[in-house]
């Protein structure tokens, strides 16, 4: 049977907290932060994501002659990966999804996953698809807020 992240986390109580909309078991980076600072790691974690990038760099580049980029020559896959900490905050890859969960159960992930899935067409289509240069209100409106949440997350492509 596979577990996931929200089949374990969710039977613990630490994590839960009220997210506006009902209990999310999902911590924001800042409150992430702030929970390790709580429980007495100085940094915070800062160091975090360069780390993170660097193993999320080498399993790409580990199978990059697996995924015969020739063939996909304007495609794109979204991958999801699943990170776990010892207690020195050391991440581990656990695992590399090809077809990452995109539920949003709270407003944290509707945020979250709302910003990802825009990058992701930043980064795929938009070179070889430019949008409009004029816009409907409703567009504008989205422009804006697109514009608001990447400066809340950022996301870069590594290869």
Known sequence: MHLT???IQGKNDTYQKSDGGGVCNKFSWAEFGDYLKLKGFVAGGEDLIPKIQELVKMSALAVKEKMNASHRKLGFE???????LDENLKPFLIECNSNPCLEQPCPLLERLIGNVIESTF????DPYHKPPKTLTNKGKEAVEEIGRLMEENQY????
């Open 5 to 7: 992240n929200d089949s």
């Open 78 to 84: 979204m991958m999801g990966y699943d990170f776990m």
């Open 122 to 125: 930043e980064i795929a289509v």
């Open 156 to 159: 870069v492509q590594l290869l």
